[in-house]
């Protein structure tokens, strides 16, 4: 069984530059969730997506989108990007059947930064 | 809204010693609580949540609905257990959590 992995570890953009972040879910999960985490914050949601469909979002501006693709992998592009994106973004996913509790897991994260 | 508050930044104890990293929220409806741990160098993971009344590595956790509070206690703290712990809620059936910003625990040896 294969963990949540995300790629790039570490990525340094400038501001106003476009970014794509990528995360492929453990293998049996439908249902990846998106989170930024500030230093010396807690994981802030994004959003989460299922079935290919985005199905909840935190408090995020539109500039901050998704996809999830049929081999349920993500990916978090992040467009106009501004000094304040800078954080460490994590994936994580679980599997969603009916209307029980599946736990997540968490990928190691990106840190972005930006100049 | 939901929020999450955990209210220490750091908690240092001695090995050995009784630990209790607090957790307080608001939600106005019925939560789901979690803690969450992080040691060093590891992913974010579950520790806990309080639906299962479970205890995980010798924590515990108990949902005090009048006094809003969600404490994780251990009573004889062990070194692996340094960490960074977060509190979490998730309500409306969503399992999508809220988190505290976390409390960084460092038992001396």
């Known amino acids: 069984e294969t963990g949540v992995t995300q790629s790039p570890t570490h990525l340094i953009k400038t501001r106003g530059q476009q970014v794509t972040l990528r995360c492929s879910s453990q293998?049996?999960?439908?249902?990846v969730s998106w989170y930024q985490q500030a230093l010396g914050q807690g994981p802030q949601f994004i959003f989460q997506y299922y079935r290919e469909e985005e199905n909840g979002r935190g408090n995020f501006p539109p500039r901050f989108s998704g996809l999830q693709f049929p081999n349920y992998s993500s990916e978090l592009n992040v467009n106009a990007l501004e000094l304040d994106d800078s954080a460490l973004y994590l994936c994580a996913s679980s599997f969603k059947g009916g209307s029980s509790y599946n736990e997540q897991f968490f990928g190691p994260g990106t840190r972005l930064t930006v100049l | 809204a939901q929020r999450v508050t955990q209210p220490e930044k750091l908690l240092s104890v001695f090995k050995g010693a009784p630990v209790e990293l607090k957790c307080n929220y608001s939600?106005?409806?019925?939560?789901?609580l979690f803690w969450y741990v992080q040691y060093s160098r590891q992913r974010l993971q579950l520790l806990l949540r309080h639906i299962s009344r479970e205890s995980i590595k010798g924590f515990t956790a108990d949902l005090n609905k009048g006094e809003t509070s969600f404490h994780l206690k251990k009573p004889f703290a062990q070194e692996e257990d340094s960490a960074m712990y977060y509190c979490a809620l998730s309500g409306g059936g969503s399992y999508i959590p809220t988190f505290g910003r976390g409390t960084s625990l460092i038992v001396h040896p």
């Open positions: 293998s049996g999960h439908n249902t």
């Open positions: 939600y106005s409806g019925s939560p789901e």
